[in-house]
């Protein structure tokens, strides 16, 4: 299984970054960029650590130790599986099926293009005509696989508000493209906004169900976007932790990068302070996780997306498979203890 982990850590891993990260770090503490490289490499065989975790979690800088205490993707693999049943996945992992299966939690329209003709299409978008839509991949992860169109409206005629192309001509390139699902732009509650008006900003908020449906928080965090279309962390978007009592952020922002400005005490481009932040709805918010953690109780842990609008939370999505790098960016420190506590693995 190990030998199997390690070639697919090489496969998969972008040596570009692992190039430009390495000069970086060279750069920083005057290493030569082989001795990073090599140690990378080490830490792969040795630990477990993925090529880029080595760096987003600065382990050139730390006692080679620490690196056991990080949940590595390995682990995390086996963790996921340990928790959520195969046949159940994909529930999740489909963007549609989610929505279908939430739809109680769920208070945006939304419009799945592959079930349905041009005409459906174009009434549905003139029942209520939104100036803008979000569309989606069924499958993207990490901000990626998302856009944001404007919308002008004539008579019974619908165009792209910026290039002022006809909507059958957005179709055409959705279908072609994959963007089956189209979703309403959600208004945000408006003290995120004066946050970061750029997209919606969302939280993060990942749970475990144990074996007697318990409900256990392992994190949470506010994702906030910095001059994008997404607020997500893998887009270059700012995360915070949340403290899970108080509903108020607290610690510094941070980028995913490990180079240069990575982390923030204010938003680089509102100037509103990052710690101390309280979230809107916070009760209401804890609450509908709760529930929606018993929907499909056969996925025990999740990564919760979550939307604040004017009249309360509202669910986005959930990552059956979510990302421990963001949670362990936001602590300091690595959750690998804590999750084999909850979880045998």
């Not at 144990?210 to 270059?236: C, M, Q, T, W, Y």
């Not at 400005?261 to 996780?289: A, C, M, Q, R």
């Not at 499909?296 to 604040?308: F, K, L, S, Y």
């Amino acid at each position: 299984m190990k030998v199997v982990y390690i070639f697919y850590v090489l496969y998969t891993t972008s040596f570009k970054k692992i190039w430009y990260y390495s000069k970086f770090f060279s750069k920083k503490l005057n290493y030569s960029i082989l001795k990073i490289i090599l140690h990378a490499i080490k830490s792969l065989i040795l630990y477990n650590t993925h090529l880029m975790d080595y760096f987003y979690f600065h382990f050139i800088e730390k006692e080679e130790f620490v690196q056991r205490e990080y949940a590595n993707t390995l682990f995390m693999h086996r963790f996921h599986k340990s928790c959520n049943k195969y046949e159940y996945r994909q529930i999740f992992q489909d963007k549609s099926k989610f929505l279908q299966k939430f739809k109680q939690y769920v208070n945006h329209r939304f419009f799945l293009l592959r079930d349905h003709s041009f005409v459906e299409f174009r009434d549905w978008l003139l029942s209520f005509q939104p100036s803008h839509i979000m569309v989606k991949k069924l499958e993207g992860t990490g901000g990626f696989g998302v856009r944001k169109v404007d919308l002008d409206y004539g008579e019974q005629k619908i165009f792209e508000k910026d290039t002022q192309k006809p909507i059958e001509e957005l179709l055409n390139y959705f279908i072609k493209n994959k963007f089956y699902l189209i979703e309403e732009f959600i208004e945000q509650h408006e003290t995120l906004d004066t946050w970061n008006s750029s997209c919606i900003n969302t939280l993060r908020i990942i749970t475990y169900l144990d074996k007697s449906h318990i409900l256990h928080f392992i994190g949470a965090l506010l994702r906030i976007g910095v001059n994008g279309e997404v607020d997500n962390f893998h887009s270059g978007g700012l995360a915070v932790l949340i403290d899970i009592n108080s509903g108020r952020t607290k610690g510094k922002g941070f980028r995913m990068d490990p180079s240069a400005n990575e982390f923030y005490k204010k938003h680089p481009v509102t100037g509103v302070e990052l710690s101390g932040l309280d979230i809107p709805y916070w009760k209401e918010i804890i609450t509908l996780v709760t529930k929606a953690s018993l929907v499909v109780p056969q996925i025990r842990t999740v990564g919760w997306d979550i939307a604040i609008t004017p009249n309360g939370p509202e669910l986005i999505e959930g990552n059956d498979n979510w990302d421990k790098i963001i949670i362990e960016k936001a602590l300091g420190k690595g959750i690998k203890s804590h999750l084999k506590s909850l979880e045998d693995v």
